[in-house]
């Protein structure tokens, strides 16, 4: 990786800048994109000398091509983008804020493609590498997590199309699966008074949250190889290949535990109000007021 030019996106904290910090370790020289500035500065300065930050939401065309365009004029190429900046909302369809569910959407799913659009002729200038950051949701769907799961299973879709129509241009894909991992937003969304019980009730490894270095390391391995395909747990992978069976296996058991959380769920709405529903974490509090700013 020493001298390659990584573009990572939500890269404030979490997932993008433990991969960051990693990658600046063995050389790389790490763009990172988000919100929150401040924090982005502090991972920036963290990564060293060679690192540098653009503020910049993934949905805002205007300001994710002035981020890349600052990219390209500080390193003058590209190779590699990690498309990673993601919320998450949880919720009922029935009862969750519109807004929120749209907004999870707009910055899992439309995010990554403008990242990918905006980035894609630096990509295929450096013959470079491409990590679109999908999710064990994509695979597995639980309720209540129905704008999420819908956004990572698109991320999935739009990354198998994508390495199909660059492949010839010397550009590889890679999609990255995601257990639940101790970021914010997990952590923020286990604190949640109705999904956070809910999640207390998966079994064995489903349950399990795994470390974030755990990720850092897997993406750096990946990206060195520019691999097809990043899972963490390694078990994900398997789990994937019968993603159809899985979804129909679990359906009774999650159909169940949805029954009593639906109505907690439109209990807790009624006590707090959108709120309750509302992107969880500081990293997803982050990216729903910057919608609203604009």
């Given at each position: 990786m020493?001298?390659?030019?990584?573009?990572?996106?939500?890269a404030?904290?979490?997932?993008g800048a433990e991969?960051?910090?990693?990658?600046?370790?063995?050389?790389?020289?790490?763009?990172l994109?988000?919100?929150e500035k401040?924090?982005?500065?502090?991972?920036a300065?963290?990564?060293?000398?060679?690192?540098?930050?653009w503020?910049?939401?993934v949905?805002d065309?205007?300001a994710l091509?002035?981020?890349?365009?600052?990219v390209?004029?500080r390193y003058?190429?590209?190779?590699?983008?990690?498309?990673?900046?993601g919320i998450?909302?949880t919720?009922?369809?029935?009862?969750?804020d519109p807004?929120?569910?749209?907004?999870?959407?707009e910055?899992?799913?439309?995010?990554?493609?403008?990242t990918?659009?905006?980035?894609?002729?630096?990509?295929i200038?450096s013959?470079?590498y491409?990590?679109?950051?999908?999710s064990?949701?994509?695979i597995s769907h639980?309720?209540?997590m129905a704008?999420?799961?819908?956004s990572k299973a698109?991320v999935?879709a739009?990354s198998?199309?994508?390495r199909?129509?660059v492949r010839?241009?010397g550009?590889?894909?890679?999609?990255?699966y995601?257990s639940?991992?101790?970021t914010?937003?997990?952590?923020?969304a286990d604190?949640?008074?109705?999904?956070?019980k809910?999640?207390s009730r998966?079994?064995?490894p489903?349950?399990?949250t795994?470390?974030?270095?755990?990720?850092g390391k897997?993406?750096?391995?990946?990206i060195n190889r520019?691999?097809?395909a990043?899972?963490?747990?390694g078990?994900v992978?398997?789990?994937?290949?019968?993603r159809?069976?899985?979804?129909?296996l679990?359906?009774p058991?999650?159909?169940?535990?949805?029954?009593d959380?639906?109505q907690?769920?439109?209990d807790?709405?009624?006590?707090r109000?959108a709120?309750?529903?509302?992107?969880?974490?500081p990293?997803g509090?982050?990216?729903?007021e910057?919608?609203?700013?604009?």
């Amino acid at each position: 990786m020493a001298g390659k030019v990584v573009l990572i996106t939500g890269a404030a904290r979490g997932i993008g800048a433990e991969t960051a910090r990693r990658l600046a370790a063995l050389g790389a020289k790490v763009a990172l994109v988000g919100l929150e500035k401040e924090l982005l500065a502090a991972t920036a300065e963290e990564c060293g000398p060679d690192a540098g930050a653009w503020e910049a939401d993934v949905t805002d065309w205007e300001a994710l091509e002035t981020a890349v365009g600052g990219v390209m004029e500080r390193y003058g190429r590209i190779d590699v983008v990690m498309a990673n900046a993601g919320i998450a909302a949880t919720g009922f369809v029935r009862s969750i804020d519109p807004a929120a569910f749209e907004r999870t959407i707009e910055i899992n799913l439309l995010g990554v493609w403008r990242t990918v659009r905006v980035c894609l002729p630096h990509l295929i200038a450096s013959r470079g590498y491409c990590l679109v950051v999908s999710s064990l949701a994509a695979i597995s769907h639980a309720p209540g997590m129905a704008a999420y799961a819908a956004s990572k299973a698109g991320v999935d879709a739009f990354s198998d199309s994508l390495r199909a129509e660059v492949r010839h241009l010397g550009v590889d894909v890679g999609t990255a699966y995601f257990s639940w991992i101790a970021t914010d937003m997990v952590t923020s969304a286990d604190q949640h008074p109705v999904f956070g019980k809910m999640r207390s009730r998966l079994p064995g490894p489903l349950g399990r949250t795994y470390q974030v270095s755990d990720v850092g390391k897997a993406v750096v391995v990946g990206i060195n190889r520019r691999a097809k395909a990043i899972h963490v747990p390694g078990w994900v992978g398997g789990l994937k290949l019968f993603r159809g069976i899985v979804n129909q296996l679990s359906l009774p058991v999650t159909a169940m535990g949805a029954k009593d959380a639906d109505q907690a769920a439109l209990d807790d709405i009624k006590a707090r109000g959108a709120e309750a529903s509302r992107p969880v974490g500081p990293g997803g509090a982050a990216g729903f007021e910057s919608r609203r700013a604009r």
